[in-house]
């Protein structure tokens, strides 16, 4: 009952009446995950983490006892998940829980310094004279600029699901294609596969790993930056304040470990940024690599706090967002 209270009172103070007005999630077609989309394990392996998100959504969670892996269950399908991304709907929700009034551009938005380590690793890793194929995963393009200047680039494919950025992608000069990268069928293999900003953006990881693993050359490079927000729910942050609908994964460090390991790749070099920002390089390995295995007690604990919002958070989080307003 108490619970019952503390959750609309959340609710309430996470304006999301007008949140919902941009957009009705209770009023999704949602569907159960019966296996982890991490590392596949059933459902033996799968247990309830929270039950709200960020914005005062209802979006239960689940996490993997084996991967670490946290995921929205029940969450929308690709088509509920496309329609969400392709409406711009995601990026106004972003925009007003933030406060900022922020447009989408790729020029406008410039490098994300959470991405520069990448400067360092890539420019270490490819010579120059040497012309690249790069297939680029969310297309966000603006990496392109960092990319140019750092190594020379013969062919440049952006995988974006989102029609609004791909207007973006196509003025920039791209190769645009539009969808996930699951259903992106390529013959030819890329040198280097960027995965920016997206991570937690995906549907199923292990197969977004599986088909990287398939389209990167043999001397090639997967790049991919990371928030890792179950570093942040363990060290600092309610676990609720990094739930949000637009995000359907959360990997931990582990998660990663599995999502190499099981599509054949090993991790190259790892770098942190910013506090829980990570760079990953990744190689093709050809054998599975030992996995990192849980704290399954560190989740357990995780869970019980997202589950129990005590008066005592509600309070400190109101504080917050008036000294905020
Ligand atoms: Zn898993």
């Avoid at 088909?211 to 927000?229: C, E, M, Q, Y």
């Avoid at 990744?282 to 005590?310: H, M, Y």
Wanted: proline share 3%.
């Amino acid at each position: 009952m108490r619970k019952n209270l503390t959750f609309r009172l959340l609710r309430m103070t996470t304006k999301y009446g007008r949140i919902r007005k941009i957009f009705d999630y209770d009023k999704e077609e949602k569907h159960n995950l019966d296996r982890c989309p991490g590392c596949l394990s059933g459902n033996d392996r799968l247990h309830d983490f929270g039950d709200l998100d960020r914005y005062g959504y209802y979006a239960k969670t689940s996490w993997c006892d084996r991967c670490g892996l946290i995921f929205i269950n029940p969450r929308m399908g690709l088509a509920g998940y496309s329609r969400f991304y392709q409406s711009g709907v995601y990026r106004q929700i972003i925009k007003f829980y933030a406060d900022t009034p922020k447009k989408f551009s790729a020029e406008k938005e410039g490098i994300p310094p959470r991405v520069m380590p990448f400067k360092d690793l890539l420019s270490e890793y490819f010579q120059r004279h040497r012309k690249l194929s790069v297939l680029d995963i969310g297309g966000t393009g603006n990496i392109f600029h960092l990319l140019r200047e750092l190594l020379s680039i013969d062919r440049y494919v952006c995988v974006n699901p989102a029609a609004s950025e791909i207007e973006i992608d196509e003025q920039a000069g791209f190769e645009v294609f539009e969808g996930v990268v699951e259903q992106y069928e390529a013959t030819e293999k890329f040198d280097l596969i960027c995965m920016f900003g997206t991570l937690n953006h995906l549907l199923e990881p292990k197969l977004v790993f599986n088909k990287v693993s398939k389209l990167l050359d043999h001397a090639g490079i997967f790049a991919f930056d990371h928030v890792n927000r179950v570093e942040k729910m363990i060290k600092s942050s309610h676990p609720i304040q990094q739930i949000q609908i637009d995000h359907p994964v959360y990997p931990a460090s582990e998660t990663i470990s599995y999502l190499a390991g099981d599509s054949r790749m090993k991790i190259y070099k790892m770098v942190s940024n910013i506090k829980s920002q990570y760079c990953y390089l990744l190689k093709l390995d050809g054998k599975i690599d030992e996995r990192t295995s849980i704290n399954k007690k560190i989740f357990e604990k995780l869970s019980k706090r997202s589950k129990s919002i005590s008066l005592n958070y509600l309070i400190k989080y109101l504080v917050k967002r008036m000294l905020l307003a």
